[in-house]
């Protein structure tokens, strides 16, 4: 086996260790769009883990964060990347360890764009994790929501446009990402609190969050109308339908979907 073939084979083993709800999308996807949306999505993961991670101090996070975002500016120089975190490799994930492997096998045509997303989401979480994630209106969590999954959605419409030429609304594809990112905050709302953090605006309640995920989540609806490639399609369908179900659960006081729900809303998505 090559190199990248063996390198694209531990990418779709990483994606399904760190992401449920996207690995089951992209797994479906055709090869060129499977490698490309897999090196991307394990790109910012790599970042998310280093804002999220619980033993890290905060200085040492922002410190790390805006380090990689100028790497990610320029030619990826992996040894200086290696340098930078080797005094939390101990701490740190095999993703975030990986992250030049994850850009190397990304196609040439695209991988500024995901270098140049990855790089703005590492520079807007440095800010908030500076702001200790003191979210005090709907304007912070627009902004915080934008760094951490809004810039998903514009990462994924440059690698449709790449890909054959799809346009889509940007102002969607950042209601889609922040949607997901909302529901993500409705579900873990107490393990939020424990660790001391609340992403919800000061004054709201949980209706006015749920409110605000189903807003965005209609943006994601809006968004796939200007998409006529089935396979993408597909792909925007399943973590929308999974987030929607999701939304329903936790109103009616449940944590989370199963994983039979899981498995058939895949099955019904991709039978359409």
Known sequence: MSDTKQLQKEAMHMLKLT?????????????????????????????DEIEDHEQIEPEAKERLLRSTSLLLKRDFDEIAYRELLQPYESLLPEVTMRLGDWIRICPSGIVDKV??????????????????????????????????????????SDIWYWYDGTQTDRELA????RGLQAVNILRNQGEDHERGVRFIPDGWGTDDMFSYTENNLAQA????????????????KIPLALAKRTVKALKDGREKISRNEVETIVEEVTKE
Request: aromatic share 12%.
């Open 174 to 177: 950042i209601g889609y990402g």
């Open 115 to 156: 270098k140049d997303s990855t790089s703005i989401m590492a520079g807007g979480m440095a800010d908030w994790v500076e702001k200790d994630w003191h979210i005090k209106s709907k304007e912070d969590l627009d902004d915080y929501t934008y760094y951490v999954a809004g810039l998903v959605g514009v990462m994924l």
């Open 19 to 47: 992401s449920r709800t996207f690995y089951i999308p992209i797994n479906l996807l055709k090869p060129t769009l499977k490698k490309t949306v897999a090196s991307a999505y394990l790109c910012m993961r790599a970042i």
């Open 221 to 236: 609806d809006e968004y796939m109308k200007d998409i006529n490639t089935k396979n993408i399609i597909m792909f925007c």
